[in-house]
């Protein structure tokens, strides 16, 4: 009883933690006059505090789902709207979209996936890879001429470095990022493998991915956004300042929430269906 009343108690320090970081960051830059705008900030930061904490029990909760593996992959035969590949972040697997997948379905989507980018530790172009095979798997299984990709974090990174080949830009109809790090994030210093690392502000990768606009072709992008952000740090990383991007704010909700959140995944839908 001991260890799990310590555990728990270091959990909830843990996640406190990252919103002390938050604030800080805030507080030395103009993202406190944004948190003023929308009212009070003490409040935001408690509600999005107690977003991470039932997020987290989320992640646990979902984690067992992984035994049932066709509940994430694509149903057989063609597809008859454009199929979505949802793309998981940094340390996570498929089971981050349980309830996306749940959701998408009651609102009339049949073909989705969502895959596992295998190798916890791998580069974000070695990633890209792997997105890279599921999307010529699903427009082959569907039929179809296009897909639609939404990436969670450090997904939404994966899925640009995958734009980034011309011959991918053709094959896709929609980009959606959730909380994406875009020029990176300050805590990724605290993170192990390549794609942390290459997620570190100022990184070769980013300086290198920046440098030119990742567009589907003849299609678009939306970046989605909390401003109450606890992983992205400072909070304007998540915001792509592009022509032909559209950036959306979310709820108040924390990073890992974005993948929880039903209001998040209607701004997702309502992206997907805009003509």
Known sequence: MFWLVLLLLLWVMGVAFTYVLFYYESANSSHLEVLRSKGSVPIMILRGFLWSLYSHVLVLLTTATALHRDYYSLPPGPAKRTPIIFVHGLYHNHTAWYLYLRWFRRWGWSHMKAINLKGKFRSIHEFARILSEEVEKVLAETQ???????????????????????????????????????????????????????MVPGSAFLESLNQDVQIPQNGRFYAIYTIVDNMVLPNESAILAWDGVKNLETRIVNHVGLAYCKHTARLVKECLDEE
């Open 144 to 198: 179809s001429e296009k897909v639609d990709l939404v990436g969670q974090s450090m997904g939404g990174l994966v899925i640009r470095a995958y734009l980034a080949e011309n011959s991918g830009r053709a094959k896709i109809r929609r980009v959606v990022t959730l909380g994406s790090p875009h020029r990176g994030s300050k805590l990724a210093v605290f993170g192990l493998g390549q794609g942390a690392r290459e």
